[in-house]
């Protein structure tokens, strides 16, 4: 054994196989600071991010989501030049995109919310298109959990998995309609703080069990620098996130994150736990991408070497040989 | 591959290879005070936990501390029975052992302290037996600077390995004597605060670049539940906490890391980077046990089937199979 484990057969990220994945989620203009600069207007939101990354999995991507008619060709142009189908994508004449601005603190682990114009997303209907009701995947971005439950209610057949991303917001302020949804899909993405709140307990194993209690078959905590964690039944899995020299913009990497785990999950069409930790691996080696540069400017155009040197990075940051054969 | 893997031929931990290992530091009483309940003054002390957690995997550990004649000998008998030489326990005449009392709070992560008694530490010369001043392996647990390169300049013999733990109370007070010992020793232990304080670097990627120029060749940095890196230029290695449901009290689970880091070494006799990855697991295992009940109740008497479990648990923890062979 020792580090020849690390001689991937393959490993290579383009599988390519046929499983179609439907995407939801805001996509939005975002403007960002950060103690390394700040950004105008440029291209954001989760679905924008979960479809990106999973684009470098599987080519069988679609979107559903809104925008208003101010969102720039040139942005949908370069999702569809991503693979990424863009037929669920409603513009909305006379109306604005969502915008969301922030700065981050020196931490890079807090961060002030500046603006926040929902414009088309306050009343967002999630029409799924024909030809796109019978997904084999679904990866539900964060939403108004209503919004999520009824785009799960559209479908002519329930996907193989179903992976729901929220945030402490819609338990503050929805937490029944959040409730409901949670209890119809497989896998839930949440913050640490954020199982903290949703389970009232702050062992992250007892909220955990908690949670698991609420529908899903399996819970992914994210613990941003320190790492994920997998659960499912009494197993734990955890994922840790690359040391990288500076985190240059925290913005999008949870969506990123997801997006590499439902894309690699999407492509290679296993759903099993064991392959679920190697989603955890994809998805934080472009999670650890995106966070190196501004929004989506560094997960656009990803060099199939680096991923693949990026991804054997992770496995033997946490790799130790007892001497076994 | 698969999780035969976790079938280790031979992790049996009581190696018992006749390395010597020197510690020092505090020996002490503590009075702690968690969410679960409170104490009275217990025994405590820096190089008591190190010792006791060095002494499940080799027999060879002697202790070169102070203590005032309140120190019980039942204190002192329990060591020896663990095998521990205190032939360099000084017992002051008429003096007070050090004394510490603190309280946690919620969420265990942080404390306040009530008191420090210095006592008998106040002028602690720490003086080695003959027979001791040889050590294969040398602990320098948390104490004044000064002391530590002290002691490492009365032994006859560099040790094979020196490894150093402290914390930023003497960043504070005693930066140059810190520098100095700093610059004398193998392996430094400290927490992710203490690496950011000593290197003026947020990124620990940065940080450890930093504080490996100042002299050591390996850096631990304690992450407490989010687990410990080590540093070897630039390598760095991961290894996770374990999930505990509660962490009863947090009290010398980094005295009991480092003593079950050293350890391991010291029973292995094998300062190779490959080994000291194992060392982290063996010492995070340790630590474990240490915060489930208070004060150093679990570490006495750990079953060696429920110590080799919880080190298949923690490899389990971040194993993942990448379906090579």
């Given at each position: 054994?020792?580090?020849?484990?690390?001689?991937?057969?393959?490993?290579?990220?383009?599988?390519?196989?046929?499983?179609?994945?439907?995407?939801?989620?805001?996509?939005?203009?975002?403007?960002?600071?950060?103690?390394?600069?700040?950004?105008?207007?440029?291209?954001?939101?989760?679905?924008?991010?979960?479809?990106?990354?999973?684009?470098?999995?599987?080519?069988?991507?679609?979107?559903?989501?809104?925008?208003?008619?101010?969102?720039?060709?040139?942005?949908i142009?370069?999702?569809?030049?991503?693979?990424?189908?863009?037929?669920?994508?409603?513009v909305k004449a006379g109306e604005k995109s969502f915008f969301w601005s922030g700065r981050y603190f020196n931490d890079m682990n807090s961060r002030e919310t500046l603006i926040t114009e929902l414009n088309v997303l306050a009343d967002f209907d999630p029409i799924v298109p024909e030809g796109l009701e019978s997904p084999d995947y679904l990866m539900l971005g964060n939403l108004a959990p209503i919004v999520q439950s009824t785009l799960i209610s559209?479908?002519?057949?329930?996907?193989?998995?179903?992976?729901?991303?929220?945030?402490?917001?819609?338990?503050?302020?929805?937490?029944d309609d959040l409730m409901k949804t949670i209890s119809m899909v497989d896998v839930l993405t949440i913050n640490d703080e954020e199982a903290r709140q949703l389970s009232g307990e702050y062992s992250l194993r007892k909220a955990a069990r908690?949670?698991?209690?609420?529908?899903?078959?399996?819970?992914?905590?994210?613990?941003?620098?320190?790492?994920?964690?997998l659960f499912f039944e009494e197993e734990v899995y955890f994922a840790p996130a690359m040391l990288l020299e500076d985190v240059f913009d925290p913005t999008g990497a949870g969506d990123t994150f997801a997006g590499g785990f439902i894309g690699w999950i999407a492509s290679t069409d296993d759903i099993s736990f064991e392959n679920m930790?190697?989603?955890?691996?994809?998805?934080?080696?472009?999670?650890?991408?995106?966070?190196?540069?501004?929004?989506?400017?560094?997960?656009?155009?990803?060099?199939?070497?680096?991923?693949?040197?990026?991804?054997?990075?992770?496995?033997?940051?946490?790799?130790?040989?007892?001497?076994?054969?």
């Open positions: 054994m020792g580090y020849s484990v690390f001689l991937i057969k393959e490993i290579s990220p383009f599988l390519h196989l046929i499983m179609s994945l439907l995407v939801t989620g805001t996509v939005a203009f975002d403007a960002i600071e950060t103690p390394f600069g700040k950004t105008d207007k440029i291209i954001g939101g989760a679905a924008t991010y979960v479809s990106l990354a999973a684009s470098y999995f599987t080519k069988d991507v679609a979107l559903v989501a809104v925008v208003g008619d101010d969102f720039p060709q040139e942005y142009d370069l999702l569809n030049n991503k693979g990424i189908n863009t037929k669920g994508l409603q559209r479908l002519k057949n329930r996907p193989k998995l179903i992976v729901m991303d929220t945030m402490n917001f819609w338990m503050d302020i929805a937490m908690k949670i698991l209690a609420m529908g899903p078959k399996y819970l992914i905590i994210k613990k941003g620098e320190h790492g994920a964690l930790k190697r989603a955890l691996i994809y998805g934080s080696a472009l999670a650890s991408f995106c966070v190196e540069k501004f929004g989506t400017e560094n997960i656009l155009d990803i060099d199939a070497n680096k991923l693949r040197d990026r991804v054997s990075d992770f496995r033997r940051l946490s790799y130790v040989d007892f001497l076994t054969d």
